[in-house]
């Protein structure tokens, strides 16, 4: 077998279980990028990265290389996968760009890939035609409980997944892709028609946005209030949180149905977000009926605790996170702006953003930045 390098780029949950899981694979090496020094310096000391997988096993894997050094981990890759926050792509798009293999193709992708990522990276990447650029529809299992450089726990795996590359790609360099990537996954991994199948894909920027605006919004629970405990994202997700989730989902299907009559692609795979969570966790769903039910009773969400930070006697929601830097900068932003572009009213989609912004005291860096100013043309 054809040995395969693969690069790492981040030191977050998706990027260690990755890091394991790619590890074990045969012919496969892997380097990971991180800015993390504790990380390094665990790995200079000899020590494995373990994953804790759901039936209770243990993988225990040492990567070949863990350094802060792009040139170290990407000079020599076939495979580059992203793995950090939207929001700090740009920086590590910038940092490889220039120090990326010019011989031969190198598959330059994003796990998850939403965010509008192939925009960034055609901008990033412009003068290096050699980088097939890609995504992946969402993460292929999810990944929680990190203890930097030492383990991370996985959760419930999807059973199909799901890659798209920018549209400056050739046929032959997707098909190589997919199977590249396949090779790194157990699920069977389907290759998408259009890039825009993963951007309007609902997933965590409009499911984030609307559970904390459910809860902490105007009219949530906890709204001006300090709240009391910890609360798990999706097993206590509120009512009025899935309300706004089910609306914003709406809104996102008038999107794709407006950019298949103006742009004439075909966006048919994009399914409602009920309908796509249960087609990916399957029998991990014990109750079906709604999305709420869905939500609350999907085990491979369990243990998934929202972004909360111990304020005074409770706790209030933490706007460093990924879920307001990523998830509303990056993510509800690209759907605001394909919204305008293609002169699709938003209305909660746009209220949400709105109040979500005010609460981060502000939007500083958003898909705006490398949004094409002529798209869709």
Known sequence: MTPLNVAVCGGGRTGHLNTVLFKTLPAVRVSLLTQRQDVIDRYSDGQPFTA???????????????????????????????????????????????????DRPVYVGAIPGFCGFDLLAEKMLTDRPQAVIWGM?????????????????????????HVATHDRETPVARQRLRETVQRLFE??????????????????????????????GPYGQWHDRLIPRLVSWWTECSELGAYFMQRSDEENQRLCKAAEQQIGVDLASVKPLKQEIVEAYGAQITDTRTLLSVLRTNRA??????????????????????????????????????????????????EIYTWCASYMGGVSRSARDYFPPNWPA
């Open 137 to 161: 529809k969402d993460v292929p299992h999810t990944a929680f409980g990190l203890r930097p450089g030492v383990s991370v726990r996985m959760g419930g795996a999807k059973s199909v997944l």
């Open 187 to 216: 699920s069977p991994v389907e290759l998408l028609r259009d890039y825009l199948e993963i951007t309007l894909t609902p997933a965590n920027p409009i499911m984030h946005s609307s559970a904390i605006y459910g809860l902490i």
């Open 52 to 102: 804790l997988l759901p039936d209770g096993r243990a993988l225990v894997a040492r990567p070949d290389r863990v350094s802060s050094d792009p040139a170290v981990v990407v000079h020599d890759a076939d495979v580059v996968v992203i793995t950090v926050p939207a929001h700090a792509r740009p920086a590590v798009l910038s940092s490889i760009a220039d120090r990326l293999p010019r």
């Open 301 to 350: 969400y369990h243990s998934i605790q929202a972004p909360l930070v111990a304020h005074g006697d409770g706790y209030v929601m933490d706007r460093q996170s990924r879920a307001f830097q990523e998830d509303v900068a990056f993510g509800l932003s690209t759907l605001v702006q394909v919204g305008n572009r293609l002169n699709v009213p938003l209305p909660h989609i746009e």
